[in-house]
């Protein structure tokens, strides 16, 4: 069974940072592409950004260009999300996912994970 589990979210004041993670199991994670969508309250699921399986290739929604980072470490299956400058607008429910192909809409990841919560204070 496929599993993606997310940590790091957490309450941090505007211009804050922090870093997200999510663990893979449950198959070979190595040749997807992995990224993060996020829900705020209300609003629709909106991607944030996406990395290619080789590490290479990333995308990046234009509001999070120059302050969020996508890594991923094949070895752990493991892909990280560092956020600096954070701002209110950024507080939402971040969901880490897999696909077969590095692509920007939610119908291209066949895996989610549960979320977790980010909370940017003004």
């Known amino acids: 069974q496929v599993q993606l589990v997310e940590s790091g979210g957490g309450l941090v004041q505007a211009g804050g940072s922090l870093r997200l993670s999510c663990v893979a199991s449950?198959?070979?994670?190595?040749?997807?592409?992995m990224g993060w969508f996020r829900q705020a309250p209300g609003k629709e699921r909106e991607f944030v950004v996406a990395?290619?399986?080789?590490?290479?290739?990333?995308y990046y929604a234009d509001s999070d260009k120059g302050r969020f980072t996508i890594s991923r470490d094949n070895a752990k299956n493991t892909v990280y999300l560092q956020m600096n400058s954070l701002k209110p607008e950024d507080t939402a429910v971040y969901y880490c996912v897999v696909g077969s192909k590095l692509v920007t809409t939610s119908d291209g990841y066949s895996y989610w994970g549960q979320g977790t919560q980010v909370t940017v204070s003004s």
């Open positions: 449950g198959r070979t994670f190595r040749t997807s592409a």
């Open positions: 990395i290619s399986w080789s590490g290479v290739a990333t």
